[in-house]
Nanobody, 121 residues
Framework: QVQLVESGGGLVQAGGSLELSCAAS????????MGWYRQAPGERRNLVAT???????DYADFAEGRFTISRDNPKNIVYLQMNKLKPEDTAVYYC???????????????WGQGTQVTVSS
């Protein structure tokens, strides 16, 4: 089992910055992918950015150039630095972790409780 705890959300004015953190605990050695998703009211949960244990990174189009994901493997923390925030970035941001495949080819996925980010215009 893996537990994820996010922090760093809050209220910020448009154009400002926030950094989110997500600390993993439990079976952290099994984690391959860590990332961030977001969900605005009435919308589906969407990918923001992900990073693999060996350093691979993927961003959603809206995050390219404004958001930076980073990962501290020894501390089992993933960060999301968000710059030039816009009102449309307002959402609950969720941390996600996916394990390596087990010997049966199965992966497990875990979610944090979410942290609210509100960007005022």
């Amino acid at each position: 089992q893996v537990q994820l705890v996010e922090s760093g959300g809050g209220l910020v004015q448009a154009g400002g910055s926030l950094e989110l953190s997500c600390a993993a605990s439990g079976s952290v050695g099994s984690i391959n992918v860590m990332g961030w998703y977001r969900q605005a009211p009435g919308e589906r949960r969407n990918l923001v950015a992900t990073t693999t244990r060996d350093g691979g990174i993927d961003y959603a189009d809206f995050a390219e150039g404004r958001f930076t994901i980073s990962r501290d493997n020894p501390k089992n923390i993933v960060y999301l630095q968000m710059n030039k925030l816009k009102p449309e970035d307002t959402a609950v941001y969720y941390c996600d972790a996916i394990t390596f495949s087990d010997r049966y080819g199965r992966k497990s996925e875990y979610w944090g409780q979410g942290t609210q980010v509100t960007v005022s215009s």
